[in-house]
């Protein structure tokens, strides 16, 4: 019967996302009710799962030979699971206002909540086709949330959006044939599952295919040849922005490179060589690359999408250690980076939203107008560099604890690209804070007489994140020692 | 259960009586008779398929019971009953889809004829698959030439004239190839039925005799083939041909005619000279080759193209790139994902092309993508069908192009790395290609735009909506249960032997 | 659990009473304010003397994460660090009370101004590594908005610079904060140093590397070469109390933050004789002489004295760096000495402009004989900066340089000892034309325009306090001089 769970829970909010355009609702009032309750009925259903895992698996479809839709729910998977479902909720609250201005809401809304159960299926896949299929699907339903505005602009984000993340499935294929050709089985099992025995040709052959697998999948967590779509993709309503490109799809990414990494083919066998090596460095340069292209960047959102890429290089560094530890670390910045970064789009959306501002030169004096959304963005910002007592630093420590004890050179100059890339976000983060609270000398408030802080329904999700920042930063102990038992394999 | 037997005679008789017959009738009663004739072909078939699949085994049949050489004879297993079965269901589909557009594109008086032309194609496509003997496949690959001209050329225009002119250029040179081949294959063995000439060849490749000529006979057909296939770089006829025929001419161009000499190949590798001798010959590197070629190039054409039509053609170029690759690996298992893709590409292929003709009507008739924008809220239906085709072009799992690419894959796999990393790697380009031009493209019909071009509703045309969604059954049973599709291919391909 | 909360009390105290400052919204009376701010000064004080008496405990407070506890430990060392931070900010409040008359938003000034009060407070009590380093971060913070008080386009820019430095700095103590944890077996400042030896063996490099990143990150703090940029700029644009507070205290923070690393961490023994020392040293004296010869240089007058304070404060990096027990001591009496100082000469400087607006010591002609009271503690002090006995000056001087000679370090023997006379020269140079301009104002000058105008009680009565202090320590050195050899000896 649990099984049958694993199934409900990707297409309850699928089916329910379908019908938003169907159903004749009253008002949007209605409209609001029916899908915050669809969200928050499937994230207890999730949370119940979590609680008492089904230790079976669903398989919903078999393609030709042992190629099948199977869904099993392991640590890795109640990790993402639990993370989506928690937050979407706040998100979906947060959307209802920010959507009320724009058109095509049923639209809107139907994507976006087939998202939810699409993100939850490559969450839940039990093995790697699987996930390449929820993956291909997650691009689908997403793009025509890129496309939403439908201002030129945005049909050209969505179209390199489309490019960039078809492609990189492409890639990813060639490493999925080879898990599915080589390895012992096709489910994913920690530890990897690549059967030596049984391949005789080049090793160095196999690692080129993982550097490749590795680049296809990384192109949805934004890695440096490949990010330019995520800032363009900031066109889309911030809801998306914040809760697909910060969160769902570029996690999934990441999520996707720790299973391949970690559960496909295995840290023991990649471990030390030009592979490790090769994707390390990429991650590395990413860190420095998006930091960078962040200080440069005026508009806001987009600020914050270099800012993303940065930090889900971030999370691949620490996979890409390929040590329980550097996986402890990945999760821990998985987890961190999704509340702190959805909660400064947050800020921006209800900056956008209630002035439509969007340049950060536009923010002289917020501070003193929009108290509380800019008192949270800072926090957040704090979170962001690392500054002890939030979660940003517990995220931080836990990856370079993991590279110090791997004791590899090239991931003690990941460290350095992670402080260089702090005091980088810092410079980011913090100009803008400093132009909302300390204009220059002089500053005529009344220009912006206008500006004031959102409402409740904007308010509340951003306090909850600003919570669970705290709380994250404070006493992460449980989830830390949660993570360490995924990614020892006891989990 | 036996006279299931004599369903590919009778169906391929059928066929032709049926084209003359039509000749006397006028356009709609040649239509009705057309469409009973197609569908009764696919019954059959099914039934043929049935008999086969249920006896697991393939049968010979002596026309009039004469043996060789006097008589001619029609071999059927599962792979070729099925194959029938399938081009039956693509036809009729392709002419329902395209039955608006022939009453206004082909003069009225000579729709007859192009029922006529019609039924003498799809009974040279049943000759193709089902006859065991070289020289009536010679035959009747003529008839096909002169039937898919005479498709081309019935819209009578400019541009069809040019182009029916330069595919018939291209065809002859192809088929007379083929023949030259045909002949040295003759004269070295003695035989015109496959299985004899298979003998022969066996005997003559274990003892060394007539090495060169049996080279040059296999290259000559090869490449004869492949030019009528439209193997890059021999794809300069189609685009023309695909772009400017009427819509349902272009979808049987595309999805059967070549599939039928790409299924032509196929028989002759393993009917007529044996997979082995084939396999030395290196004719597979060079296939493979151009296969990759193909692969790029179609692609990138497609990307320059302007025209939806003729972007969806040059698609094609880049999918018969993949049959010829899938040959190229050399193993059985890159020949049932060929075969696997010469399935999904014509269902796919075929619906593109339908799916096309519904864009351009919502569209006042242009086929610049300019016009199309905002196609796919016009035209609902067409818009939904064209995106499933796209992205089973693009190779979409639950569609048909993600099984004929993860069966390619998992062959290249498991070949030499000097053939598997050029496999994986242009697989993974060519995706991206098909995604740059197809993905475009469904962004720009779903791109609203204030238009002055009316909205079509699938009740103004039901037969077209009909077909539309019977296309996209087709494909995502394709994607979905491919599992019995590829074991009856491997079946098939081990009752060639 | 008495010292736990008698410590917590002295640092959340400030901090939430400031906080709250900030945070309430209505408009006080400037009155109302000023009594607030001043018996939460008071207050604070008597909490700070409160945990002064304590013993020497290790409190957990919780624990971040596995193995990473936050811990509050007050030991010898820390006790002179608070009592100096209590005194200079107690006096430079006291100061501002008056001089924050001519600036705005004096709220939120007292406000971050109480707040960073405990903050200084929470890294003089910090425990381990990590809670120093939490601390440290949120001191850069709170005290950032004092730096710019003001919103010019300088400011602002100043602050950012100073913001951006310290970051960087952090983040490369941070650098090897995370080799540290690994190599160590507690993080807990113990005296003597942690290292585990055995962990350690065969990375040797790796944890000098470390180490000379940890120094140069918190030197950027104390002003240390090439590092040292921010200071002049920052320093200067600050309202003068908060200048005053941040030149004699935030800086020290990072001499007692690589106090910290060096002894109490990686141990003395470690580092000694090895590159990193020489380099260590070198930077010191670079900027010992470098501050002084900038410093002579610059005509405005609070400039001049914070590229003083790049001089001065390595002197004290220069003690700690020749690792004995003698230069050690040299540097924890520097360290108070110039806290003294330094805060008395930025309040001269705040009480100069807040009466007359002059900022340029060429216009400072006759000065003296306007103000006297100011001018006699600032010749007083200046005397001390320049370590002309028997003020505090001297005696730390002479104490850094007998570490110097005792500690046998070829080249740095000898040129350590050399350079810090020069520099005192310098001193002298750039200190001195204040006084004799100020009193001395030449022929020419015009005493009919002459006009009294010393400043309030709350201003000098700070100055006098200060200036006398320096004067103290350096008379009845004894009882102090003792308590700071046996901290030092203990660290070796």
Request: glycine letters at 8%; one cysteine or more; hydrophobic letters at 55%.
């Amino acid at each position: 019967m649990n099984e049958v769970m694993l199934l409900i829970i990707v297409l309850f909010p699928f089916a329910a996302g379908v019908l938003i355009p169907l159903l004749p609702f009253k008002n949007r009032r209605w409209m609001m009710i029916y899908i915050e309750t669809v969200v928050v009925i499937n994230s207890i259903l999730v949370w119940l799962l979590l609680f008492n895992r089904p230790d079976g698996a669903f398989t919903l479809l078999k393609f030709t030979g042992n190629l099948s839709v199977t869904f099993h729910l392991d640590g890795l998977a109640c990790i993402f699971a639990g993370l989506v479902s928690a937050l979407w909720p706040l998100a979906t609250l947060y959307s209802f206002e920010y959507m009320k201005h724009e058109e095509h809401e049923k639209i809107f809304f139907m994507f976006y909540t087939m998202t939810l159960g699409v993100t939850l299926g490559i969450a839940t896949s039990a093995n790697i086709l699987s996930m390449y299929f929820f993956y291909e699907l997650l691009t689908l339903v997403t793009t025509p949330l890129v496309l939403h505005t439908l201002t030129r602009e945005a049909v050209l984000a969505s179209r390199t959006y489309l490019y960039y993340s078809l492609g990189g499935a492409a890639f990813a294929f060639i490493g999925m044939i080879f898990i599915i050709v080589y390895g012992s089985t096709t489910d994913f099992v920690y530890g990897g599952v690549l059967d030596l025995a049984n391949y005789t040709g080049n090793v160095n052959l196999l690692l080129f295919i993982y550097v490749l697998a590795f680049m296809g999948f990384g192109v949805k967590a934004a890695i440096c040849p490949f990010c330019s779509w995520l800032p363009k993709a900031g066109v889309a309503p911030t809801p998306v922005t914040a809760l697909l490109h910060a969160v769902a799809v570029v996690k999934s990414g990441a999520f996707a490179i720790m299973r391949l990494t970690y559960y496909c083919f295995g840290t023991e066998f990649l471990k030390g060589t030009w592979a490790q090596y090769t994707v390390m460095s990429i991650t590395i340069f990413t860190i420095v690359f998006g930091c960078s292209m962040a200080v440069r960047e005026r508009h806001l959102k987009r600020r914050l999408a270099y800012s993303t890429i940065s930090n889900l290089s971030y999370i691949l560094f620490g996979v890409t250690i390929m040590t329980p530890l550097g996986l402890v670390g990945a999760l821990t910045h998985m987890i961190c980076h999704a509340v702190m970064k959805i909660c400064s789009f947050f800020c921006a959306g209800a900056v956008m939203y209630k002035t439509g501002r969007s340049y950060v030169y536009e923010l002289d004096g917020f501070g003193r107008k929009m108290p509380k959304t800019f008192g949270i963005f800072t926090i957040s910002a704090f979170a962001l560099m690392g500054v002890p007592g939030l979660c940003g630093f517990i995220s931080k420590f836990n990856l370079a604890k993991a590279a110090v004890e791997s004791e590899n050179v090239l991931a003690y100059v990941g460290i350095g690209a992670l402080l260089i890339s702090a005091i980088l976000t810092a410079i980011y983060m913090l100009t803008i804070v400093i132009r909302a609270f300390f204009p220059k000398q002089g500053f005529d408030y009344n220009s912006i007489r206008d500006v004031e802080d959102p409402n409740w329904v904007m308010l509340l999700p951003l306090s909850l994140f600003v919570v669970g920042m705290v709380i994250l930063g404070l006493h992460p102990q449980p989830l830390i020692e949660l993570f360490t038992n995924v990614a020892n394999g006891l989990f | 259960m036996e006279i299931l037997r004599n369903f590919p005679c009778f169906s391929l008789i059928l066929s032709m009586c049926a084209s003359i017959i039509s000749s006397a009738l006028n356009g709609k009663w040649a239509r009705r008779l057309n469409i009973f004739v197609i569908s009764a072909i696919g019954v059959m078939s099914a039934c043929t398929l049935y008999f086969t699949f249920v006896t697991n085994q393939c049968y010979i049949y002596k026309m009039g019971r004469f043996s060789a050489p006097w008589g001619n004879e029609i071999r059927f297993g599962n792979l070729e009953a099925a194959m029938a079965l399938f081009f039956s269901v693509i036809m009729l589909l392709s002419i329902l889809g395209g039955r608006k557009h022939l009453f206004v594109e082909v003069d009225p008086f000579k729709e007859n004829l192009y029922y006529v032309l019609i039924n003498l194609l799809m009974s040279s496509l049943l000759a193709l698959i089902y006859t065991n003997d070289l020289f009536t496949a010679y035959v009747f690959v003529e008839i096909n030439t002169i039937s898919a001209c005479g498709l081309i050329m019935i819209r009578e225009n400019g541009h069809t004239l040019e182009a029916a002119t330069r595919y018939m250029l291209m065809s002859l040179i192809g088929s007379g190839l083929l023949l030259f081949g045909l002949c040295i294959l003759y004269d070295i063995t003695g035989h015109l039925l496959m299985s004899n000439i298979k003998e022969q060849v066996l005997i003559l490749a274990q003892t060394g005799q007539y090495h060169i000529p049996l080279v040059v006979a296999i290259i000559f057909m090869g490449v004869g083939l492949a030019i009528k296939s439209a193997l890059f770089p021999f794809h300069s006829w189609l685009p023309d041909s695909y772009g400017y025929s009427t819509a349902s001419s272009a979808a049987i161009l595309s999805s059967l005619v070549s599939k039928g000499y790409i299924f032509l190949l196929i028989k002759i590798f393993y009917r007529v000279i044996g997979f082995e001798v084939i396999a030395e010959s290196r004719l597979f590197n060079v296939l493979f080759v151009f296969g990759l070629c193909g692969m790029i190039f179609g692609s990138l054409s497609a990307i320059r193209e302007n025209d939806i039509r003729r972007m969806i053609a040059f698609s094609s170029v880049a999918q018969i790139g993949y049959i010829y690759m899938g040959f190229g690996l050399g193993t059985e298992a890159g020949m049932i994902a060929s075969i696997f893709h010469i399935f999904s590409h014509a269902a796919t292929k075929s619906m593109l092309f339908i799916a096309a003709v519904g864009l351009t009507d919502a569209s006042g008739k242009s086929k610049k993508f300019i016009d199309l924008t905002g196609a796919g809220y016009r035209n609902v239906i067409a818009g939904a069908t064209f995106t499933v085709g796209s992205l089973s072009m693009v190779g979409v799992p639950l569609f048909s192009g993600f099984i004929s690419k993860i069966l390619f894959a998992q062959a290249s796999v498991s070949v030499g790395v000097s053939k598997m990393l050029p496999t994986l790697i242009v697989l993974a380009i060519s995706t991206i290609l098909n995604a740059i031009y197809f993905m475009k493209t469904v962004v720009r019909i779903y791109t609203p735009v204030k238009s002055d071009y009316p909205s079509i509703s699938w009740k103004q045309d039901v037969s077209y909506a009909v077909v539309c969604i019977c296309f996209i059954i087709c494909n995502v049973l394709l994607g979905m249960c491919s599992e019995p599709i590829v074991d009856l291919i491997r079946s098939g391909l081990a009752m060639f032997a | 659990m008495s010292e736990s909360v008698s410590l917590l009390l002295a640092i959340l105290f400030p901090v939430l009473a400031g906080t709250a400052l900030l945070v309430v919204r209505q408009k006080g009376e400037r009155k109302n304010i000023l009594a607030y701010v001043g018996v939460v000064l008071g207050i604070t004080g008597v909490l700070v003397i409160n945990a002064l008496t304590t013993k020497e405990t290790e409190i957990v407070l919780f624990e971040l994460m596995e193995h990473v506890p936050i811990v509050l430990k007050l030991d010898g060392f820390g006790k002179l660090f608070l009592a100096i931070v209590s005194i200079v900010w107690i006096l430079a409040g006291c100061f501002s009370f008056t001089y924050m008359k001519h600036e705005k938003n004096e709220k939120r000034y007292f406000g971050f101004y109480l707040v960073t009060f405990g903050v200084l407070i929470g890294l003089g009590c910090a425990g381990n590594l990590i809670t120093m380093y939490a601390v440290y971060e949120f001191m850069t913070l709170v005290s950032f908005p004092l730096v710019i008080h003001n919103q010019s386009k300088e400011a602002v820019m100043a602050g950012l610079k100073y913001l951006f430095y310290s970051f960087f700095g952090a983040y490369m103590a941070l650098f090897g904060l995370f080799f540290l944890c690994r190599y160590t077996t507690t993080l807990t400042f113990t005296a003597g140093g942690t290292l585990n030896m055995e962990l350690a063996a065969g990375h040797e490099t790796l944890l000098l590397v470390a180490a000379c990143l940890m120094l140069v990150g918190f030197g950027v703090k104390a002003g240390m070469f090439p590092l040292h940029a921010w200071l002049p700029t920052a320093h200067p644009v600050a309202p003068a109390p908060a200048s005053a507070a941040l030149s004699g205290i935030i800086v020290k923070a990072g001499v007692l933050a690589i106090v910290r690393v060096i002894f109490y961490l990686f141990g003395a023994d470690f580092i000694r004789g090895t590159w990193v020392q020489y380099l260590f040293l070198t930077l010191a004296l670079i900027t010992v002489f470098m501050g002084s010869m900038l410093a002579y240089r610059e005509k405005v007058l609070k400039k001049r004295l914070a590229y003083s304070t790049v001089s001065q404060l390595s002197y004290i990096l220069f003690g700690i760096a020749l690792l004995n027990p003698v230069g050690l001591t040299g540097s924890m009496l520097h360290m108070i000495a110039h806290a003294f100082i330094k805060c008395a000469l930025f309040l001269c400087a705040g009480a100069i402009i807040f009466q007359t607006g002059i900022t340029n010591v060429d216009d400072l002609k006759g000065i003296g004989k306007k103000m006297p009271l100011t001018i006699w503690c600032f010749t007083i002090v200046s005397l001390g900066l320049i370590g002309i006995p028997p003020t505090g000056g001297f005696i730390s001087k002479w104490y850094l340089a007998t570490g110097a000679l005792d500690s046998g370090i070829a080249g740095f023997q000898y040129a350590g000892p050399i350079i810090l006379l020069i520099s005192a020269l310098l001193t002298a140079g750039y200190l001195l034309p204040v006084t004799i301009k100020g009193f001395f104002p030449g022929d020419d000058f015009d005493y009919d325009k002459l006009e009294k105008c010393e400043p309030g009680k709350w201003m000098t009565v700070p100055l006098v306090i200060l200036a006398v202090l320096s004067v103290v320590i350096g008379m009845f050195p004894n009882g102090l001089l003792s308590y700071i050899q046996t901290v030092a000896a203990g660290l070796m």
